[in-house]
């Protein structure tokens, strides 16, 4: 994968609330973190940073609906 705009650089590191986890683009930038009381949790939520940085982004069309 040579597309460095889906790099996602994380960080999981013990705090005293918690764990604190993070994740950075490739210009390192955060993308987003937080506390959690568990490690798994942190991992799980860096992991569904990481896909969420490499789905396809939505295609707006542009289409308004109304009801009635």
Known sequence: M?????TVRF???A???GWRWMTFDAQGRRRTGG????RALAAAL???????????Q?????????AA
Not at 2 to 6: A, G, K, P, Q, R
Not at 35 to 38: D, E, I, K, M, R
Not at 46 to 56: E, T, W, Y
Request: charged share 15%; net charge negative.
């Open 2 to 6: 040579s597309d460095l705009s889906t």
């Open 11 to 13: 960080s999981i590191q």
């Open 15 to 17: 705090d005293p609330g």
């Open 35 to 38: 506390l959690t009381a568990s």
């Open 46 to 56: 860096v992991i569904r940073d990481i896909c969420a940085a490499q789905a396809p």
């Open 58 to 66: 939505p295609i707006s069309i542009g289409v308004d609906a109304k």
